[in-house]
Every structure is written in C-alpha cells, then in structure tokens.
C-alpha cells in the first residue's frame, strides 16, 4: 500500500489529470488478464482487447498527430486539399513503459507462464512502481512481481549500493550528460554554420550525452528500488564496448530489446522461419524500436540503419558469436577487439545523427 500510494503522488506530481490514463490502463488489464484466466476459451479475446485498448491510448497521446500530418502531406502532394487537424496533447510522462509492461504481464497470464494477480492494489503497486515508471527498465511480470508481493526487510548493504548507484546515475545524467548537451544542441541547432571537426565533435558527444541520459536514469531506478529491497533487471552492459552491432543490442537497452525479442520477434517466428522470414521480422523489430522511441521519421529512419547493419550478420550465421564477454582470456582487448569496436562504435555515432536530427532533411545536411 506504501509503494501504491507514493508511486500515484510521484505520478501525479506531474499532471494530476493524467492519472486517469494510468489507471484506465491498470484496471483494464487486470480485468482481462482476470476473465482470460477464467473463461479461456474467450482467452484470446480478452487479450485482444487489452491489447486495442492500451494501444489505443498510447497512438492517441504519441503518435495521432504524427500520422495527422503524414497524411495531410501525402493528400496535398496528390493536389488533394486537406487541412491537418491536429491536437495540442502533453504526452503522458512514461506511457510507454508501463504500457509495454502492461501488455508483458497480460501476454504472460495468456500464455501460461504466470497466473493472473488477484489482490488489484498489488498489481497496481507493480504496474505504477514509481522509480521505473518513467524511463525503466521495463520489468517482467516473473521478476518484479513477487518482490511486489514479498515480505521485506531492511538491509544496509542494500541500502548502501542502492545509494552509490543512484549517485553515479545523478553523476551520469546531470554532470555528463547535461553538459554535453549543452555543445550538441548549439551544433545540431545550426550545423551549417560549423566545420567538419565541430560536427563530428558534437555527434560524438551527444553518443556519451545519450547514454549517459538513458543508463543514467536506469541506475537511479535499479538504485531507488533497491533501498525497498527490489533488484530491478541491468539495462546496460558497457554497449559501447561491443565487436559488433549484433552485440551492440544485446547491451544496449536490454529491458526494451529483450521486450521486443519476447513479446514481438518470436511471436512471428523469430530465426526458426526461415532466412527470408527471420530477415523480415528483423527489420520489423529494428523498425518498430525506431518508432517506439518517438513520433519522427528519423527515429524510423534510425531502426532501418540498424537493421541495414544486423542483416548481413544474420545472413552470415554471425549474430550471435559474441554472446561471450570481452578478452574473455585476457585481462585487455586484443587488436582485433579493439578495431572491432572502434567501428561498431563508428557506426553507431552516425546512427545517433539520425537519432537526434529535427528531420531527414536535418540529419541529410548534417552528414554532408
């Protein structure tokens, strides 16, 4: 009840009206996940409609003006004149996040792996558990679940590493990553008006100033939980340090890329469809992350260059060689090592270009 009420009033803390949202989502998919449990052979229709409804809510709020505009831009190139009817929305701060985590647990309740929660404020206190809300990482049902449920006591080692990990979170995004922020948005802003060196500096801070956003506010998250005796799943694993881009993903995000992988990618039939199948549902993975991360075609843009650079490796049966760690042998890198991430990291630096330009045209004068 403790960990319900402090995660609503930090929600709420941001726009009290938008707590409806989050709460629309939370009854619904404990109903349904309830009814499926119940009645399965209606099964698939109660996850269906958890899956509309919660869907629903997140194309309205991030992606409704979006698609306005795509739309209308597409009709008037035709000599079809249409006005855009587009809404002033604010979108609801870590709609995302729990929306995804929403639609895990009704996933895992329909397929057997978990059974449906029956105490509602439990659940809620898991959907709306306040130091992942916003930013992650996305937890499974299996892990979080019953630390929700469990009884817990307090431990100072806990409590120790909790805060040290929540002050190198602080020290990530704030010093770091705000810092450099502050050059990056002078040269995306103008690029233009800037040398070769300059741009090719800024594009390799906003690479540091990016992770150091996202892993930053993910030790916070795993830190805060972790003063209420709740280990929350590692979201980054050194991405920076990967030999090849197939790597790159198992490091990067690993909350949201393990989300896609279960949820999406082997419910089409993952690698055992065949090559031509296994190629589309990569690029659809690769595209739909893209989309996921916001309402802008350099974001689609961003998961098809990646996409781009996964493919040959799974063409080549080579996708998965390193699934083992660094010098694994060796306390340092080896040359080859070495190069094999100066180029990963090479090409991830010109993907992060078409992360943070306004539009393609943006990203296309920014790489000129």
């Not at 890198?333 to 630096?349: A, D, I």
């Amino acid at each position: 009840f403790f960990l319900l009420i402090v995660s609503y009033y930090f929600y709420m803390s941001w726009n009290v009206k938008y707590v409806v949202l989050i709460l629309f989502t939370t009854v619904l998919s404990y109903g349904c996940a309830r009814l499926l449990e119940k009645y399965p052979a209606h099964k698939k229709l109660f996850l269906w409609l958890t899956v509309a409804a919660c869907m629903s809510v997140l194309f309205f709020f991030k992606y409704y003006n979006f698609f306005d505009l795509t739309i209308v831009r597409i009709l008037q190139k035709c000599a079809i004149p249409v006005q855009a009817h587009t809404l002033t929305l604010l979108l609801p701060v870590g709609i995302s996040f729990y929306t995804f985590q929403t639609l895990s647990y009704v996933i895992d309740v329909y397929r057997g792996e978990v059974e449906a929660e029956r105490n509602f404020f439990t659940y809620a206190a898991f959907i709306s558990f306040f130091p992942q809300l916003v930013a992650g990482p996305i937890e499974r049902t299996s892990n979080l679940l019953p630390q929700i449920k469990g009884e817990h006591t307090f431990h100072r080692e806990d409590a120790v590493y909790g805060l040290k990990l929540m002050a190198w979170g602080f020290f990530k995004k704030l010093v770091i990553a705000d810092n450099l922020a502050v050059y990056v948005d002078l040269v995306f802003d103008t690029p233009q008006d800037y040398p070769g060196f300059a741009m090719l500096l800024a594009a390799f801070f906003f690479t540091i100033q990016i992770y150091g956003d996202f892993s930053g506010y993910s030790d916070i998250a795993i830190g805060c939980a972790r003063l209420f005796g709740i280990d929350l799943m590692q979201n980054f694993k050194y991405p920076y340090f990967s030999r090849d881009i197939a790597e790159f993903w198992r490091r990067w995000h690993i909350s949201l890329t393990t989300w896609f992988r279960d949820y999406i990618y082997i419910p089409l039939g993952g690698s055992r469809a065949g090559k031509w199948k296994s190629f589309r549902n990569t690029l659809v993975i690769f595209l739909v992350s893209g989309f996921w991360h916001g309402a802008n075609w350099t974001f689609v843009a961003w998961g098809a260059y990646h996409a781009l650079l996964f493919l040959p490796l799974l063409l080549l049966g080579q996708n998965r060689r390193y699934r083992d760690s660094v010098a694994e042998n060796s306390f340092l890198p080896s040359v080859k090592e070495l190069t094999q991430m100066g180029v990963t990291f090479l090409l991830v630096l010109l993907g992060w270009i078409l992360f943070r330009s306004e539009d393609i045209s943006h990203a296309a004068v920014y790489l000129e």
